[in-house]
T-cell receptor
Framework: GNSVTQMEGPVTLSEEAFLTINCTYT??????LFWYVQYPGEGLQLLLK?????DKGSNKGFEATYRKETTSFHLEKGSVQVSDSAVYFC????????????FGTGTRLLVSP | DTAVSQTPKYLVTQMGNDKSIKCEQN?????MYWYKQDSKKFLKIMFS???????INETVPNRFSPKSPDKAHLNLHINSLELGDSAVYFC???????????FGPGTRLTVL
């Protein structure tokens, strides 16, 4: 089946620290991969995406590279801010058939000043 | 200009009642979805409609009935509400699998 595994949270960092949130996936076929962010009390926002192997998605200083050989899509940011505190979800969508998103369990990031 | 909107934002009701949540998107997308987020933040697909036609139904109890009057709207009606239905329900829409889905702000349902 199709599934996404994320590292357990919470991840607690000081401002300006380097961030990595690990994400690996299992999929039949070749999925598109996504990171969504959910700020407290809000809905999900698409943060970045990659649709094929070796693609790098980037947005707001966050990056993730689609690694087919390790079936991974780790999220990174060089210098986090307090405003990055949120829950981050890794997700996949198959490129054939119907397009439901399969989500990981989410990783809460807490950034302190 | 809200892309995907849901009403109501909060819904508090008694067990056994029937309630509806409405969703509208102005993105011109063909496909709409309902997801359920539980208390541990886990998100799971419930339904998907493509051009008003049901295409995904993920073993959701038949107390839940989606309805899509047109491709810009997807409503969710829930009969005989149970305590376990308490969750945040998100509507989303998409045009294809590579551009991702766009989510509404969510409806927090609390069943007492």
């Amino acid at each position: 089946g199709n599934s996404v595994t994320q590292m357990e949270g919470p991840v607690t960092l000081s401002e300006e620290a380097f961030l990595t949130i690990n994400c690996t996936y299992t999929a039949t076929g070749y999925p598109s991969l996504f990171w969504y962010v959910q700020y407290p009390g809000e809905g999900l926002q698409l943060l970045l995406k990659a649709t094929k192997a070796d693609d790098k998605g980037s947005n707001k200083g966050f990056e993730a590279t689609y690694r087919k050989e390790t079936t991974s899509f780790h999220l990174e940011k060089g210098s986090v801010q307090v405003s990055d505190s949120a829950v981050y979800f890794c997700a996949l969508s198959l490129n054939t058939g119907f397009q439901k998103l399969v989500f990981g369990t989410g990783t809460r990031l807490l950034v302190s000043p | 200009d809200t892309a995907v909107s849901q009403t109501p934002k909060y819904l508090v009701t008694q067990m056994g009642n029937d309630k509806s949540i409405k969703c509208e998107q102005n993105l011109g997308h063909d496909t709409m979805y309902w997801y359920k987020q539980d208390s541990k933040k886990f998100l799971k697909i419930m339904f998907s409609y493509n051009n008003k036609e049901l295409i995904i139904n993920e073993t959701v109890p038949n107390r839940f009935s989606p309805k899509s009057p047109d491709k810009a709207h997807l409503n969710l009606h829930i009969n005989s509400l149970e305590l376990g239905d308490s969750a945040v329900y998100f509507c989303a829409s998409s045009q294809d699998s590579v551009r991702g889905q766009f989510f509404g702000p969510g409806t927090r349902l609390t069943v007492l």
